[in-house]
């Protein structure tokens, strides 16, 4: 068994017992909330979604808003209530916390629920405690569904969290406080890679806010050879393959794999182009990449094949980062070829198609060097970053692997 001496130096002889979430606070199972719903500004808003591909652990401030007139609708968060996601493509999503500390009342939607904690546990311990293998163990027993993983609110609520000294509420929070203030240290650096890549955006959008007459927006329709859905899985697949082979050299994306969409490798292809690949389905819906010639893409993804005489892959994958992207309303949200065909992005210089190409490619080239520094994991900030949370997460699993009765026993 892991030494636990800090551990028990910081208890100080009080005793842990494991207790129901449900009984710990309120949970309060969110709905609605279409990402088509948000607005400029308006009521704080937080889409399940954006948990686990935004925020970190906390948050002061949302990046979406509703009207006064949605919100009515939606479940309401309060500061120091925690947002947990429910419904993902995958068992690691599922179960996100987020602690909202902003100063005006938030909103969220569906799949989602609102844990309200009762006054003697704090929001932070418990979302610290949800990143454990530990919780990730119960988690999973409780999983319903196989494409879609479901937590429900009433399952989450039988989910045992370690809660020290309960009989002594202010012992209780005083350890509680500690181990995050802890925890809270190893994190800082996260903070950092944050606002350097919230630098990246604003340069971004700098570069892609064209002056008036001399940028036109223009439909995908019009701006690509070929819109096309990702189909079955090639014949022969070998599902997994993480490297190409000679029997199996043409990559298969698909939607519900992670991030990057590697499904496996097959001996064939469908699209012969680079292209840029759209998820279509599900919370990451919008998530898109540029794919190398060559490949085949599956189930729930979209694919554009730039008309490169009038727009270059590189520069539509850059644009579709500022553009607005959204599913059909009601259940998992879903992208269709004829929609993906009339979002418009902007074009500059489009009566000039050499200069237009010329001006696409400078933008490029200044975002790729940037885009270098802000997310290389192999130089500078994000390396000492990446050492970091390989620490944070030793120390976050010693400060909260309290025994359980049976293994005390």
Known sequence: MRNRGFLEKLLDGADVEWIPLGELGELVRGNGLPKSDFTQSGVPAIHYGQ?????????????????????????????????????????????????????????????????????????????????????????????????????????????????????DPEKSIAIQAEIVRILDSFTELTAELKVRKQQYNHYRDQLLSFKEGDVQWK??????????????????????????????PYPVYANAVGEKGLYGFSDSYRVESDAVTIAARGAKIGYHAVRDGKFTPIIRLIVLVADNTLIS??????????????????????LTVPAVKKITVPVPFPNDPRKSLA??????????????????????????????????EYYRDLLLSFPKPEEAA
């Open 313 to 334: 892959t590189d520069f539509l994958n850059y644009v579709l980062e500022m553009t607005p992207i959204s599913g059909t309303k009601g259940g998992i949200p879903q």
């Open 51 to 167: 948990i686990y591909t935004y925020y970190g652990l906390s948050t002061n401030s949302t990046i979406s808003f509703v009207s006064a007139e949605t919100a009515a609708t939606l479940k309401k968060v309060n500061k120091g209530d925690v947002i947990i996601t429910n419904t993902s493509e995958n068992f690691e999503d599922v179960g996100t916390p987020l602690v909202y500390f902003g100063k005006e009342q938030a909103v969220t939607g569906g799949h989602a629920t609102i844990f309200k904690p009762i006054t003697s546990v704090l929001g932070m311990y418990f979302a610290y405690f949800a990143q454990t293998p530990e919780f990730d163990k119960a988690k999973r027993k409780l999983a319903k569904g196989a494409k879609v993983i479901d937590v429900s609110a009433n399952d989450m609520a039988k989910i045992l969290i370690p809660i020290p000294c309960p009989q």
């Open 359 to 392: 001006e696409q490619a400078r933008i490029v080239a200044i975002l790729d060097k940037f885009n270098t520094l802000t997310t290389s994991l192999s130089e500078g900030l994000p390396r000492e970053i990446k050492l970091r949370q390989r620490q944070y």
């Open 219 to 248: 439909p995908l329709g019009e701006l690509c050879t070929s819109v096309l859905a990702g189909g079955d899985v090639p014949e022969k697949c070998a599902k997994g393959q993480t490297e190409p082979s000679e029997e199996f």
